[in-house]
C-alpha cells in the first residue's frame, strides 16, 4: 500500500517535494520536544491543485492527512501519528499584493506570518496578529489554531482579521471565497468556522486578510509591581486611560531571573515581584505612557521609544518560552488559559500551592497576556506522561470559570479534557461537523476529537 501511495504523492507533486526517513523525521515532532509522532512521507504541493491531488490519493488509499505549517504549535496538533502523510504547506508562500482600496491582501496558507506584516507594512497598513514565533509560523496555521498573541487586547483573534479563505475539503472539492466582501450574510461563515479548527474540517490553502492602519509610533512600558495582584488590578485602568494601549503583558520575577540569566542581562527596574509590559501605539504614545506614574502598587518603570530600544524590553517577554523550555528535566507541561481578569491573582495563588502540595519539586512558571485574562502557566518537573498535573491545572481553570485553551488550541494535548470547556452537546456539534465535513475521519485524526476511526 505505501509503495503505490508514494508513487501517486510523487505524482501528486513532483518526487523532489515527497519526503521520507530522516528527511521527515522533523515535521513528525514538535519544537518542544514533548510530541513525537510518525508519517508515511511529508509532501510538499506548490498549488492548489497539487493539494486536491494529493487528497486524492491518500483518500484513496484511505490514509490520515495532517496540514503542517511552520510546525510551532504547541499542542501536538500538528504532529502526525502512524501511517499519515504530512501536507506542509510552506511552498505556498505567496503574499499580496495589498489592496490600498480595501486594506486587505491575500495570503497562500505556507506564508510566515513576518512576511505577511512586511508586505502590509510595505504599504502603509498592519496585519496585527503578532507572536514570538512570527518568523516560522505561517498563516495558514495561524488560522487553523485561531491564534492570539501580544494584540488581542486592541485588534482580536486571527477570526476578526480572515474575510475569506480558500480551502480544500476532504474529498479533494474547493471552497473559495478569496472576493474579499467584509459584509456577507450569504448563509454560515465557513471561514470562520475554519479558524481554530486546527487541520480537522480542511485544509486552507490561502486567505483574504483585513489589515488595520499604520499610524501612530510605538512605546513600550517595562512595569514592576509589588506582587501579581496589584499588576493585574491595574489591567482594567491601564486599557481605560491608555486610548492606544495595543498589548498589556505579565512576567513574574521567577521567570524574569531565568530570562535575565539566558539573555546574560540585569532586569532593567529592581525590587518588583510582577511586572507589565505595556505597549502603546498613538500619536504620542509617551505622553499616554506618563499617566503610569499614578498606577497602585507600582515599583518602577523603564521605557523605550525607539524601535531598538522597544526590542529590547520585548525580548524579557518573547524569551519566556524558550527559556522555560529549557529548565528541564522534560520539557515543560504547556497550559494555555483564560480566566476571568478578576480571577487571575487567585488562580495564581492556588495553582502555584496545589502544584507545591501534590508534587514537590515542580516549577511553576507563569506569564501571558494579561489584557485578555490569558496565562501560559508551564509547569516542569513532572514527566510529560503524568497526567495529574493536567488534571489538576486545568480542572482548577474549569472551577475558575474559565478556559483551558486561550490561543494554542486543543490539539493533542488537551484532546481528553475538551469536556472541561465544552458541554456534551456541544462536542456532539463538533462531531457532527467533523463528520459532514469528514467522514471518513481522515483529516487530522485524534486532534480536537478523538479519532473517529477508531469508535
Ligand atoms: C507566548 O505568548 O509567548 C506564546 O503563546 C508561547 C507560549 O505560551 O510559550
Ligand atoms: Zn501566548
Redesign the pocket.
Known amino acids: 500500500m505505501s509503495a503505490d501511495l508514494l508513487d501517486r504523492l510523487r505524482v501528486a507533486v513532483g518526487p523532489r517535494h515527497v519526503l521520507t526517513g530522516d528527511l521527515a523525521a522533523g515535521h513528525c515532532r514538535d519544537w518542544t520536544g514533548r510530541f513525537v509522532g510518525s508519517c508515511t512521507a511529508v509532501v510538499r504541493p506548490g498549488s492548489t491543485d497539487e493539494v486536491v491531488a494529493v487528497m486524492a490519493a491518500c483518500g484513496g488509499a484511505g490514509v490520515p492527512v495532517v496540514a503542517q505549517g511552520g510546525n510551532t504549535g504547541?499542542v501536538g496538533g500538528a504532529v502526525p501519528q502512524g501511517e499519515a502523510v504530512v501536507l506542509s504547506m510552506v511552498r505556498l508562500d505567496a503574499v499580496g499584493p495589498v489592496d490600498p482600496v480595501s486594506g486587505q491582501l491575500t495570503a497562500g496558507a505556507g506564508s510566515p506570518l513576518a512576511r505577511v506584516q512586511e508586505v502590509a507594512r510595505g504599504a502603509g497598513w498592519r496585519y496585527p496578529v503578532d507572536?514570538?514565533?512570527r518568523d516560522t509560523a505561517t498563516i495558514g496555521g495561524t488560522i487553523a489554531t485561531n491564534a492570539?498573541?501580544?494584540h488581542v487586547v486592541r485588534y482580536g483573534m486571527t477570526r476578526q482579521h480572515v474575510v475569506g479563505v480558500e480551502a480544500v475539503l476532504a474529498d479533494g472539492s474547493v471552497i473559495s471565497r478569496l472576493g474579499g466582501l467584509v459584509k456577507d450574510n450569504t448563509g454560515y461563515d465557513l471561514a470562520g468556522l475554519l479558524c481554530g479548527s486546527e487541520g480537522t474540517l480542511a485544509v486552507i490553502t490561502a486567505a483574504r486578510l483585513a489589515l488595520v492602519p499604520d499610524v501612530g509610533t510605538v512605546a513600550v512600558a517595562l512595569v514592576g509591581f509589588t506582587d501579581v495582584a496589584a499588576a493585574i488590578r491595574a489591567v482594567g485602568g491601564l486599557r481605560r486611560t491608555l486610548p492606544g494601549v495595543e498589548a498589556i503583558?505579565l512576567m513574574c520575577a521567577d521567570g524574569m531571573a531565568a530570562v535575565g540569566a539566558h539573555l546574560g542581562a540585569s532586569i532593567p527596574i529592581s525590587g518588583a515581584e510582577a511586572y507589565l509590559l505595556v505597549e502603546v501605539v498613538s500619536t504620542d504614545p509617551l505622553d499616554e505612557l506618563a499617566t503610569l506614574d499614578s498606577v497602585g502598587g507600582l515599583v518602577d518603570a523603564a521605557v523605550a521609544s525607539d524601535a531598538v530600544g522597544a526590542a529590547q524590553l520585548w525580548r524579557w517577554?518573547?524569551s519566556?518560552?524558550e527559556v522555560?523550555?529549557r529548565a528541564g528535566p522534560h520539557p515543560p507541561h504547556?497550559f494555555?488559559v483564560t480566566l476571568p481578569l478578576a480571577s487571575v491573582a487567585a488562580f495564581i495563588d492556588e495553582v502555584r500551592g496545589d502544584v507545591a502540595t501534590r508534587h514537590p519539586g515542580a516549577r511553576v512558571w507563569i506569564?501571558?497576556?494579561a489584557g485578555d485574562g490569558?496565562l501560559?502557566v508551564?509547569v516542569t518537573g513532572p514527566s510529560p506522561d503524568d497526567t495529574d498535573i493536567d488534571a489538576l491545572v486545568l480542572g482548577m481553570v474549569a472551577r475558575f470559570g474559565g478556559s483551558i485553551s486561550a490561543?494554542?488550541g486543543i490539539g493533542r494535548a488537551k484532546q481528553p479534557w475538551l469536556h472541561l470547556s465544552r458541554s456534551a452537546t456541544e462536542i456532539a456539534a463538533f462531531t457532527a461537523i467533523k463528520a459532514a465535513l469528514d467522514p471518513r475521519g481522515l483529516l487530522n485524526p485524534g486532534v480536537l476529537l478523538p479519532d473517529q476511526r477508531l469508535s
Open positions: 504547541l507572536f514570538a514565533a492570539g498573541g501580544h503583558e517577554r518573547e519566556h518560552t522555560i523550555n504547556k494555555d506569564f501571558g497576556h490569558n501560559h508551564n490561543e494554542h
